[in-house]
């Protein structure tokens, strides 16, 4: 398994932005698959966006398609999740993930990831 440590979350208003981050260490994210997760409270974590390990394929939940961008720095390790036009109904706490190797769109299951970090909390004002 790999060490992720997520970072950048924080408090900001509405229609702002935030960029995530999520160091990788134990594993190079170029030959895992990354994901991004979120949970709510009192809610189910839900998948938000993956990069597959090519880095060809990129996916993203409905509710954020064309506000938030995965993109990956591999010389260090690094996942990003750039997040705009945010809404209060983001407000969550943001898990990183890693796990698996698609040759297609990450799956957009918890399961199908074996690593995880602690989370980041983003909370958006109204």
């Known amino acids: 398994q790999a060490q992720l440590v997520e970072s950048g979350g924080g408090l900001v208003q509405a229609g702002g932005s935030l960029r995530l981050s999520c160091a990788a260490s134990?594993?190079?994210?170029?030959?895992?698959?990354m994901g991004w997760f979120r949970q709510a409270p009192g809610k189910e974590r839900e998948f938000v966006a993956g990069?597959?390990?090519?880095?060809?394929?990129?996916n993203y939940a409905d509710s954020v398609k064309g506000r938030f961008t995965i993109s990956r720095d591999n010389a260090k390790n690094t996942v990003f999740l750039q997040m705009s036009s945010l809404k209060p109904e983001d407000t969550a706490v943001y898990y990183c993930?890693?796990?698996?190797?698609?040759?297609?769109?990450?799956?957009?299951?918890?399961?199908?990831?074996?690593?995880w970090g602690q989370g980041t909390q983003v909370t958006v004002s109204s």
């Open positions: 990069i597959n390990w090519s880095g060809v394929y990129t």
């Open positions: 993930a890693m796990g698996g190797r698609t040759w297609s769109a990450v799956p957009s299951v918890s399961g199908a990831f074996d690593s």
């Open positions: 134990g594993r190079t994210i170029n030959t895992y698959d």
